[in-house]
């Protein structure tokens, strides 16, 4: 039987990074899902992905807050709104990829083109950290800062020139994957996301359910 050697299609990353003034932490997955799982045009667009839920739970102690459950979406409006008001920035770690399989795990992604982490942060001259939401990410970032790879739900210094030209100390945090199929409830995950966000100084604004 003969073997289908079609060459997979090179995929770019469909979304800009999104950086609010005065960021302070930037918060990096690997690459969206294919986009017949998406429910929003943004970042963790998968509806059956925790993200959203666990940002829910640690700014408004809800997790539901963020959620369209009627429409199996996500509030994308109230999200950016969040984000801009906490200085929280989004991007992902591999800007061109290969999909080996058909499905969204980062095991059968291969990263063609990664992220210009010092471009990126050139961009934000008050971040104090960057966030890798699972284990593919964070060895991207590990080999362009030139450090190891953190434990789950630590962290690790690095160097990054800021804006200026003078070298600042940030740190690599590498966080729990906020997929379900990462063996580990959802309040714990808040706890570690929770943690990392602190370290920044987030959240700054008082928590409120209603």
Sequence with gaps: MAIDNKPQPIEKHPLEPF??????VLICGTFPPQQKRWSMHFYYPNFINDFWR???????????RLVDRE????????IKNLLRR?????SDTGKEVIRTRDNASDKYLSILKPIDLAGTLSLMPDCRAVATTGEKA???IAEQTGTKIPPTG????FEN?????????????????????YPLPLEKKAEAYRRMLESVGLPETPQNPD
């Design 19 to 24: 950086i609010p003034e005065d960021a302070r």
């Design 54 to 64: 666990i940002m829910g739970l640690i700014f408004f102690g809800d997790k539901e």
């Design 71 to 78: 429409h199996k979406t996500f509030r994308l409006e109230e």
């Design 86 to 90: 906490e200085g929280i920035a989004m």
């Design 138 to 140: 964070a060895g991207i």
């Design 154 to 157: 630590e962290c690790v210094p």
């Design 161 to 181: 020139p800021d804006p200026s030209g003078k070298h600042r100390i940030l740190y690599h945090w590498r966080m729990p994957s906020t997929s379900r199929a």
